[in-house]
């Protein structure tokens, strides 16, 4: 069984918080960058897409690591980061 964690990573590279699941990371994200009038996007392979959980979970699925950077304008703002616990 693989157990992994999800540390949230502010603007500064600064943490925030972990968590053992990806909703958790996911919530406390769109609390950190809540802007109010503007979209939340996710920055993959150079485009911004528009962001939402199930998007979130498909993105970490099939990888053991990884990063999802977040944003609402023009800068990254937040950052999760999937980590796996070694055995």
């Known amino acids: 069984m693989n157990l992994y ?7 500064d590279d600064e943490i925030i918080g972990g968590y ?8 406390d994200g769109l609390k950190q960058i ?3 009038n503007m979209a939340v996007h996710y920055v993959h392979e150079g485009q911004l897409k528009k962001i939402s959980l199930s998007e979130v979970r498909m ?3 099939d990888r053991t690591k990884g990063v ?9 703002v937040a950052k999760i980061m999937k980590c796996p616990f070694l055995s």
């Not at 964690?5 to 603007?11: C, E, F, Q, S």
């Not at 053992?20 to 919530?27: E, L, N, T």
């Open 5 to 11: 964690a999800y540390v949230l990573m502010g603007y």
């Open 20 to 27: 053992s699941s990806v909703k958790s990371a996911y919530r």
């Open 59 to 61: 993105y970490f699925k």
């Open 34 to 36: 809540n802007k109010p």
């Open 68 to 76: 999802l950077k977040m944003t609402a304008g023009r800068r990254v």
